[in-house]
């Protein structure tokens, strides 16, 4: 789900928890060393994204925060914000070159570069965070 979350909008807030559930708490993300990415460059996008993304002349980035049940992908174009809402039910999470990861939910995609250690620990400790609280059960959806 791609939203606008440029503005304080109730109705806006609770879809967004509803998909991936709260922030962390403090506590939470001190145990967890930090639930945000660094900056991410955006090599490749799908359509809908990419007809965002080239509506001004800045340089496409993007980070991502780690939610309970997801993930939460950034962007600005213009002076908006949007965000890309991914439940892990619905992330594929794929290393492509050495250099590369590639975030898919159903038609969306991002490709971002990862040129730095952080980056491929920080990918690192979501497919984790996904593994070790995934639902062993259909019936614990």
């Known amino acids: 789900m791609l939203l606008n979350i440029s503005y304080n ?8 928890i509803a998909e991936v559930g709260k922030p962390f708490t403090l506590i939470e993300r001190m145990k967890l060393n930090g639930t945000g990415s660094p ?5 490749s996008c799908s359509i809908d994204i990419h007809n965002l993304l080239v509506l001004d002349n800045n340089v496409n980035t993007c980070n991502v925060e780690m939610r309970s049940n997801g993930i939460i992908v950034m962007f600005r ?6 965000a890309l809402i991914i439940p892990f039910y619905k992330l594929h999470l ?9 975030i898919h ?12 250690p952080t980056i491929h ?12 609280n995934a639902p062993t059960q259909v019936g614990d959806l």
């Open 9 to 16: 909008r109730p109705e806006v807030k609770k879809k967004i």
């Open 39 to 43: 900056k991410l460059h955006i090599t």
């Open 77 to 82: 174009s213009l002076l908006e914000t949007f």
């Open 94 to 102: 794929y290393k492509g070159k050495a250099e590369e990861y590639s």
């Open 105 to 116: 939910r159903d038609h969306y995609h991002i490709k971002v570069k990862a040129n730095t």
């Open 121 to 132: 620990k920080y990918f690192k400790k979501i497919l984790d965070y996904k593994s070790d």
